[in-house]
T-cell receptor, first 114, second 110 residues
């Protein structure tokens, strides 16, 4: 299994500002994923964070709004830029261990934008 | 990835077996059936996965029909801590994204 931590666990931000969320894994992983879960909704994949190359974004998500860094095999950041109240969500990172098949999720970052 | 269909909600009495169905009629030959659950305010938790044979682990059993068009997750002795949203997902094995549907909200009744 993998142990994943996220920082911050929650934050309240003003509109127009940006927040960077950190995801740390206790082992080296090839693939890291960032999801968003809006209030009362299911999870939606934002992007796949690739080590050594640009992230791969899903339809409806763009790099200017959600820039992602992946400097090594155990760490990634997601920035929510120029926030609006519609960005209020839980943001989760996940990893999949090679050859294991299942994904492990972090505890999430609960973001409220005022 | 193939789509899945699950009932939006189910209740189950504590101590009884909880049987959660999932339809995945368009599943392809390479795709596995995965089950995750999300307890309130936590990240999703992996439960079990299978290709075509029935699978069992310490958490649950997975029964996949012979034509692979549907499956059932069985929690053999449900407890209150099993109250959660359960997601059935089909995808290829390996480094691929999970596509979450709306899931089944399972409530365990004391």
């Amino acid at each position: 299994s993998a142990v994943i931590s996220q920082k911050p666990s929650r934050d309240i931000c003003q509109r127009g500002t940006s927040l960077t969320i950190q995801c740390q894994v206790d082992s080296q992983v090839t693939m890291m994923f960032w999801y968003r879960q809006q209030p009362g909704q299911s999870l939606t994949l934002i992007a796949t964070a690739n080590q050594g190359s640009e992230a791969t974004y899903e339809s409806g998500f763009v790099i200017d709004k959600f820039p992602i860094s992946r400097p090594n095999l155990t760490f990634s950041t997601l920035t929510v830029s120029n926030m609006s109240p519609e960005d209020s969500s839980i943001y989760l990172c996940s990893v999949e261990l090679a050859g294991v098949g299942e994904q492990f999720f972090g505890p999430g970052t609960r973001l409220t934008v005022l | 990835d193939a789509k899945t269909t699950q009932p939006p909600s189910m209740d189950c009495a504590e101590g009884r077996a909880a049987n959660l169905p999932c339809n995945h009629s368009t599943i392809s030959g390479n795709e596995y059936v995965y089950w995750y659950r999300q307890i309130h305010s936590q990240g999703p938790q992996y439960i079990i996965h299978g290709l075509k044979n029935n699978e069992t682990n310490e958490m649950a059993s997975l029964i996949i029909t012979e034509d692979r068009k549907s499956s059932t997750l069985i929690l053999p002795h449900a407890t209150l801590r099993d109250t959660a949203v359960y997601y059935c997902i089909v995808k290829n094995f390996g480094n691929e994204k999970l596509t979450f549907g709306t899931g089944t909200r399972l409530t365990i009744i004391p």
